[in-house]
Each structure stands twice: as structure tokens, then as C-alpha cells.
């Protein structure tokens, strides 16, 4: 495939005109929202457009609910549609809060891929102005602003160059109006949006795959940009509204691959979202003056900073991401910090008083062994904060409060994305205490913040060198056993290292805490024996970087095969190390995010090699639902 295209986001859509009136939009918008399932699946709408005005359904629940509502009500003939299919950011998966959203007039409607930040402003405005809201979603504020424009300019384009201007945040917009039926008006800023370029009919989608069964030319829009398509022609200009160039491209993969963005399995395409997972989880946390906000945590500050223990519940991956949490969280706060497994807290008569805050960590939000867990720490007094990724789960729904994680869909079993994703809510949730308990200086709470925003990109470097890593990969596809060691973050690193190769290889793989090398495991060193070695920063923590060092001698001395993951410009790990998988410089608590990418890239491609299914692995399932 020539040239670059983003296939991260949250929620997938899709628009499409044509010259007549026929049924082919809505068969086009809904054989699109069938491949784009996988960017979101709590509710799906539609809306076509003909002379007589704008025409909608809209369902809660997967595309079938929405195929069973368009049975019941068919959608009269059109010349252009618009499609979406929702993963809930603001405002829980119900009929009200599914897109398209409508103007109160019905003269405009919009769907929306993204977070627009300043949505709570822009409603109070609304509101004071008597406008009447019936959704929960920062989308309709969207609806309202471009009617109110459409209606002042009479030109959808002119009109969304003006609402795109006001809006802050991440977001792609699709809309239509009366009165403009053979055409779509799509603006983008981060959140993702192409062009399918057809014979007599054009295509926006947040992905090639919504478009890429009926045409393979695309253009590629830059950030800050709106586009208007009609049958016969693509337009492109700034929110100013000047006109700009977009670059053509062409997808050289089919619809059967659509679904996975072009990549060959799920697992591979996820860990290429990373960088926007970790992004998304990011995006919007911060006030006017940089102070850190988490609006999502509904516990009173009082109570927040009287707490004097936090234990992180989780299991398997999300547990790893809680040992991440604890050494930032300790460090940060100065509030003792336990991690325990969910299937173990409510039985081992753990201590928990109502000064103890349980923070449970689960992608899905339905995992049973974390949900009794919750259930049993709310018995204690304790107060809870959900880690999910999943709005109006189980778990966000009984505990106190919910950082949700913005990492979308995530459909292959073992997970990469969501770990990421969980890490960096946890660190919010860590620098945010430090800044209600006045253990960090505001200025050190930005200073990490920043640090955390330059870590997206630092990601996307260890993916574009994967090849390296997939080439490393293959050559030891008959490998029995691999060994994992690492220091400080580098140990939790070191054990979901060790994980996902048990996960995806089905081979004997071990994480292990590298000063505990010399107590027991360096039995299990022999001969050719290949061994992961996590080496922290030499600009971090005092000693640590020699003594992994060290971890890295007695190994060699044993015959082991020593694969170092270490920071550019450490030229001291290359005598130690039989390959090195160079990662970029990054403060020692944020070094997880970018030190598990190669091991995630290594563990799937450690599994193609062999054969095996990557996406859904012998005897796992993706949401652990029973104790």
C-alpha cells in the first residue's frame, strides 16, 4: 500500500453520494458499518438524504439491532448517506445517544469519531441561547453549532469551516443537510478520515475499510482540514476555508482484509494503534491553566486525600499494568501501593479499612474474578476506581468512580493495546493524587504530563522498526523456552513479555525479577538458552543499569543467548548483548510504554511464524466472564 493510513480511532463511519436516487447508499453505508464493527459495537445509526430531506434510524446494541430496525422501518431511496457505528466516550450506549444526531429541525445531522473537549462550554452556550438537548453525547453540541451556521451561511462547507474553528479536542464529523442532497461534508483533526475516490460516486470513512469493496483510490486529508464530496468531485480546504492539496494513494489490499485495516491479524493491527490508544487516553485531561483534571472520578477530594493505602486488583495483563502503577503511584504519592490478583483478594482476608482505596484494573469491565473483588472491597468501606475500557460494564457501573481508557475496540484475545492504554490511565491517576496531596509541584505535574505526551510518537518508533523484530522472530520459531529479566518497571515488562509468548507460542516462557536470577532461576540457563533482558536507563534510577549489567554476565557465562531491549545512545549494553532492540529515550517510570512494543511485536510474530491462530489462541477467551 502507497501511502500512510490510520486505522486507530474509536468509533467507525462512513459517508457516501451518488448521482440518483436509489437504494445503493444505504446498501453501501451498511456493508461498510459491517467491516467497521470491529471500531465500535454499542449502537449504529443511519441517515440517507433525498429531496424531500433527511431520513434516519438509529439502534442501540450491535449492527443487528440496527439491520432489525431497518426491516421494521426501510429508509426511502437517496442520493447520499451517512453511516456510524459507536463506541461510547460521552453518554452510556443507548437509542438517544447513538449517532447520526440530529439538529432540533431536523436540518443537519451529524456523526462523530473523537472527543470534542470543550463540549461543556459549548452546551452552556446552547443552552443559555434555548436550545434543548436529548442526548448525553458532546456530538449533538456539534449538531446544534452546524445548524445554527448552515442556517446562517446556506453552504454545509462554509458552515462546518465555522463549527470546526470553535471545536477543541480530537474529532472527525460527517454531516448532511436539507436542501444539499448529493453531498457530504467530513473535518478532521487527529481522529482519522480518508476519501474513497469512485466513478460517479465519492466516499469518506474513517478507514479504507469502509469503502475499499467499491473502490481502491484514496486521498489522504492532513490534520485541521474539511472536505466536501459530491458524485463527481473532492474538495479540500483548511477550517479557514482555503483550498489545500490532499495526497492521493492507492490500497492494494482487499475487502476480505478490510477489517483488519490491511494488517494480517487483529493482534498486529492493534499494536499498531498503540500510539493513538495511549493518545486518546491522554487527550482532554488538562484545565485551562495545565492543571490535570479527571472528570470521570467521582470521589470527593476530601476522601481522596485522606486515603492511606491503595491496593490495585487485576488479573493477568491488567495486573501487570498494576505493578507498572505501583512503582509510579508510590513514588508519585508517597501512599503504600499493593497489587494483588482478583481471584486471590477476597479470599486471603486482605486488610481494607474505609481510608483504603481499590483501584481494579479490567479492558473489558466484565472480567468475574475482578467484579467480586470490587464487590467484596465495597462490603470492606473501601472506595473503588475502575480502570476500563469499556463505558457502562459491569465493573465501571459498580465501582465509585471510572477512568475510562480510550484505546477502542480491542478484538484479539491477547492484549496489547489496552495494556498500554491502562498504563497511562494509571499514571494519570497517580499524578493526579500527587497533585490533590500536594506531593508533586504543579510545574513537576506537567513536567510528566509532557513527558507523557511525547510518548505516542516514541511508540510509533518502535513499530517502524518491527521488521527487525519480526526477522529475529522467525528465525527462532523452533525455540522451546525464552527467559525474561528485568529491574524496577522493567520486571512487570519482563513478566507480559513472558506472558504473551505463553498466550500466542505455547512455549515455556518465565518473567523474572533479575536480582532474583541468582536465587533459583540461573539453574534454568543452559547452553543457547535466549534470554530478554530489560535494561533501564543509565540516566535513571542510581546503580540499577550496572547491576542489570551484571544479571547480563552471569547469564552469558552460562551459555545464554542474551536479546537486550535498551535506550538509544546506551552503547554500554552493546558488549553484553547478542542483538539489542533499541527503544527511544524515556524517563525511567514512562519506559514500560515503550519497552513491552518489541516484545509484543516479537511474541505475534514468534507465533505467525509457527503457524498459529494470533487473534484467538487455544483454551483463552477474551473476556474472562467466569470465577
Same mark, same amino acid.
Given at each position: 500500500?502507497?501511502?500512510?493510513?490510520?486505522?486507530? %480511532?474509536?468509533?467507525?463511519?462512513?459517508?457516501?453520494?451518488?448521482?440518483?436516487?436509489? $437504494?445503493?447508499?444505504?446498501?453501501?453505508?451498511?456493508?461498510?458499518?459491517?467491516?467497521?464493527?470491529?471500531? @465500535?459495537?454499542?449502537?449504529?445509526?443511519?441517515?440517507?438524504?433525498?429531496?424531500?430531506?433527511?431520513?434516519?434510524?438509529?439502534?442501540?446494541?450491535?449492527?443487528?439491532?440496527?439491520?432489525?430496525?431497518?426491516?421494521?422501518?426501510?429508509?426511502?431511496?437517496?442520493?447520499?448517506?451517512?453511516?456510524?457505528?459507536?463506541?461510547?466516550?460521552?453518554?452510556?450506549?443507548?437509542?438517544?445517544?447513538?449517532?447520526?444526531?440530529?439538529?432540533?429541525?431536523?436540518?443537519?445531522?451529524?456523526?462523530?469519531? @473523537?472527543?470534542?473537549?470543550?463540549?461543556?462550554?459549548?452546551?452552556?452556550?446552547?443552552?443559555?441561547?434555548?436550545?434543548?438537548?436529548?442526548?448525553?453525547?458532546?456530538?449533538?453540541?456539534?449538531?446544534?453549532?452546524?445548524?445554527?451556521?448552515?442556517?446562517?451561511?446556506?453552504?454545509?462547507?462554509?458552515?462546518?469551516?465555522?463549527?470546526?474553528?470553535?471545536?477543541?479536542?480530537?474529532?472527525?464529523?460527517?454531516?448532511?443537510?436539507?436542501?444539499?442532497?448529493?453531498?457530504?461534508?467530513?473535518?478532521?483533526?487527529?481522529?482519522?478520515?480518508?476519501?474513497?475516490?469512485?466513478?460517479?460516486?465519492?466516499?469518506?470513512?474513517?478507514?479504507?475499510?469502509?469503502?475499499?469493496?467499491?473502490?481502491?483510490?484514496?486521498?489522504?486529508?492532513?490534520?485541521?482540514?474539511?472536505?466536501?464530496?459530491?458524485?463527481?468531485?473532492?474538495?479540500?480546504?483548511?477550517?479557514? @476555508?482555503?483550498?489545500?492539496?490532499?495526497?492521493?494513494?492507492?490500497?492494494?489490499?482487499?475487502?476480505?482484509?478490510?477489517?483488519?485495516?490491511?494488517?494480517?491479524?487483529?493482534?498486529?493491527? +492493534?499494536?499498531?494503534?498503540?500510539?493513538?490508544?495511549?493518545?486518546?487516553?491522554?487527550? %482532554?485531561?488538562?484545565?485551562?491553566?495545565?492543571?490535570?483534571?479527571?472528570?470521570?472520578?467521582?470521589?470527593?477530594?476530601?476522601?481522596?486525600?485522606?486515603?492511606?493505602? #491503595?491496593?490495585?486488583?487485576?488479573?493477568?495483563?491488567?495486573?501487570?499494568?498494576?505493578?507498572?502503577?505501583?512503582?509510579?503511584?508510590?513514588?508519585?504519592?508517597? #501512599?503504600?501501593?499493593?497489587?494483588?490478583?482478583?481471584?486471590?483478594?477476597?479470599?486471603?482476608?486482605?486488610?481494607?479499612?474505609?481510608? $483504603?482505596?481499590?483501584?481494579?484494573?479490567?479492558?473489558?469491565? +466484565?472480567?468475574?474474578?475482578?467484579?467480586?473483588?470490587?464487590?467484596?472491597?465495597?462490603?470492606?468501606?473501601?472506595?473503588?476506581?475502575?480502570?476500563?475500557?469499556?463505558?457502562?460494564?459491569?465493573?465501571?457501573?459498580?465501582?465509585?468512580?471510572?477512568?475510562?481508557?480510550?484505546?477502542?475496540?480491542?478484538?484479539?484475545?491477547?492484549?496489547?493495546?489496552?495494556?498500554?492504554?491502562?498504563?497511562?490511565?494509571?499514571?494519570?491517576?497517580?499524578?493526579?493524587?500527587?497533585?490533590?496531596?500536594? $506531593?508533586?509541584?504543579?510545574?513537576?505535574?506537567?513536567?510528566?504530563?509532557?513527558?507523557?505526551?511525547?510518548?505516542?510518537?516514541?511508540?510509533?518508533?518502535?513499530?517502524?522498526?518491527?521488521?527487525? #523484530?519480526?526477522?529475529?522472530?522467525?528465525?527462532?520459531?523452533?525455540?522451546?523456552?525464552?527467559?525474561?529479566?528485568?529491574?524496577?518497571?522493567?520486571?512487570?515488562?519482563?513478566? +507480559?513479555?513472558?506472558?504473551?509468548?505463553?498466550?500466542?507460542?505455547?512455549?515455556?516462557?518465565?518473567?523474572?525479577?533479575?536480582?532474583?536470577?541468582?536465587?533459583?532461576?540461573?539453574?534454568?540457563?543452559?547452553?543457547?538458552?535466549?534470554?530478554?533482558?530489560?535494561?533501564?536507563?543509565?540516566?535513571?534510577?542510581?546503580?540499577?543499569?550496572?547491576?542489570?549489567?551484571?544479571?547480563?554476565?552471569?547469564?552469558?557465562?552460562? @551459555?545464554?543467548?542474551?536479546?537486550?531491549?535498551?535506550?538509544?545512545?546506551?552503547?554500554?549494553?552493546?558488549?553484553?548483548?547478542?542483538?539489542?532492540?533499541?527503544?527511544?529515550?524515556?524517563?525511567?517510570?514512562?519506559?514500560?510504554?515503550?519497552?513491552?512494543?518489541?516484545?509484543?511485536?516479537?511474541?505475534?510474530?514468534?507465533?505467525?511464524?509457527?503457524?498459529?491462530?494470533?487473534?484467538?489462541?487455544?483454551?483463552?477467551?477474551?473476556?474472562?466472564?467466569?470465577?
Amino acid at each position: 500500500m502507497t501511502g500512510a493510513v490510520t486505522v486507530a %480511532g474509536m468509533c467507525g463511519i462512513i459517508g457516501y453520494v451518488g448521482h440518483t436516487e436509489s $437504494t445503493r447508499p444505504l446498501s453501501v453505508v451498511m456493508e461498510a458499518l459491517s467491516r467497521l464493527q470491529y471500531r @465500535g459495537y454499542d449502537s449504529a445509526g443511519v441517515v440517507v438524504v433525498n429531496q424531500s430531506g433527511l431520513h434516519h434510524v438509529k439502534k442501540a446494541g450491535k449492527l443487528a439491532a440496527l439491520e432489525a430496525e431497518l426491516a421494521a422501518r426501510p429508509l426511502p431511496a437517496a442520493s447520499s448517506a451517512v453511516g456510524h457505528t459507536r463506541w461510547a466516550t460521552h453518554g452510556g450506549p443507548t437509542d438517544a445517544n447513538a449517532h447520526p444526531h440530529l439538529s432540533p429541525d431536523g436540518a443537519v445531522a451529524v456523526v462523530h469519531n @473523537g472527543i470534542i473537549e470543550n463540549h461543556d462550554l459549548l452546551r452552556q452556550e446552547l443552552l443559555n441561547a434555548g436550545a434543548v438537548f436529548s442526548s448525553q453525547t458532546d456530538t449533538e453540541v456539534a449538531a446544534h453549532l452546524l445548524a445554527r451556521a448552515y442556517h446562517q451561511t446556506g453552504d454545509l462547507p462554509d458552515a462546518m469551516c465555522l463549527v470546526a474553528q470553535r471545536l477543541e479536542g480530537a474529532f472527525t464529523l460527517l454531516a448532511v443537510a436539507t436542501g444539499q442532497p448529493h453531498l457530504v461534508v467530513g473535518a478532521r483533526r487527529t481522529s482519522p478520515l480518508v476519501v474513497g475516490l469512485g466513478e460517479g460516486e465519492n466516499f469518506l470513512g474513517s478507514d479504507v475499510a469502509a469503502f475499499v469493496a467499491q473502490t481502491n483510490r484514496a486521498l489522504e486529508l492532513g490534520q485541521d482540514q474539511v472536505v466536501t464530496i459530491t458524485p463527481d468531485s473532492v474538495s479540500v480546504t483548511d477550517f479557514a @476555508g482555503q483550498p489545500v492539496e490532499a495526497k492521493h494513494f492507492t490500497v492494494d489490499w482487499d475487502a476480505s482484509a478490510a477489517v483488519k485495516g490491511g494488517f494480517a491479524t487483529f493482534m498486529e493491527k +492493534e499494536i499498531h494503534d498503540q500510539p493513538d490508544a495511549v493518545r486518546d487516553t491522554l487527550l %482532554g485531561r488538562t484545565g485551562p491553566q495545565g492543571h490535570l483534571k479527571l472528570d470521570e472520578l467521582r470521589v470527593s477530594e476530601s476522601l481522596l486525600r485522606s486515603i492511606d493505602k #491503595i491496593i490495585v486488583v487485576a488479573c493477568g495483563t491488567a495486573a501487570y499494568a498494576g505493578h507498572v502503577a505501583k512503582y509510579a503511584i508510590e513514588h508519585w504519592c508517597r #501512599i503504600p501501593t499493593e497489587v494483588e490478583l482478583a481471584h486471590e483478594f477476597r479470599y486471603r482476608d486482605a486488610i481494607v479499612t474505609e481510608k $483504603t482505596l481499590i483501584v481494579a484494573i479490567s479492558q473489558s469491565g +466484565e472480567t468475574m474474578d475482578t467484579i467480586q473483588a470490587v464487590r467484596h472491597a465495597r462490603e470492606q468501606g473501601a472506595k473503588v476506581i475502575a480502570v476500563v475500557n469499556t463505558m457502562g460494564s459491569t465493573i465501571a457501573r459498580e465501582s465509585d468512580a471510572a477512568l475510562y481508557t480510550h484505546a477502542g475496540p480491542e478484538v484479539a484475545v491477547a492484549s496489547t493495546k489496552a495494556f498500554l492504554a491502562q498504563i497511562t490511565a494509571t499514571y494519570l491517576l497517580g499524578l493526579y493524587l500527587a497533585q490533590l496531596r500536594g $506531593t508533586m509541584f504543579a510545574d513537576e505535574v506537567r513536567a510528566v504530563l509532557s513527558e507523557l505526551d511525547q510518548t505516542p510518537a516514541k511508540i510509533q518508533t518502535v513499530i517502524e522498526s518491527e521488521d527487525g #523484530i519480526k526477522a529475529l522472530a522467525s528465525a527462532m520459531k523452533e525455540t522451546k523456552s525464552v527467559l525474561f529479566l528485568g529491574r524496577h518497571v522493567g520486571f512487570p515488562v519482563a513478566m +507480559e513479555g513472558a506472558l504473551k509468548l505463553k498466550e500466542l507460542a505455547y512455549i515455556h516462557a518465565e518473567g523474572f525479577a533479575a536480582g532474583e536470577l541468582k536465587h533459583g532461576p540461573i539453574a534454568l540457563i543452559d547452553q543457547g538458552q535466549p534470554v530478554f533482558v530489560v535494561v533501564p536507563s543509565p540516566r535513571g534510577r542510581d546503580a540499577l543499569h550496572d547491576k542489570i549489567l551484571s544479571n547480563i554476565e552471569e547469564v552469558r557465562a552460562r @551459555g545464554a543467548v542474551t536479546l537486550v531491549v535498551a535506550e538509544e545512545g546506551d552503547i554500554a549494553v552493546t558488549e553484553f548483548a547478542e542483538r539489542v532492540l533499541w527503544v527511544p529515550q524515556t524517563p525511567t517510570l514512562l519506559a514500560p510504554l515503550v519497552a513491552v512494543v518489541p516484545l509484543q511485536i516479537f511474541a505475534c510474530a514468534l507465533a505467525s511464524a509457527k503457524g498459529l491462530d494470533v487473534d484467538q489462541p487455544r483454551n483463552l477467551a477474551k473476556s474472562v466472564t467466569v470465577e
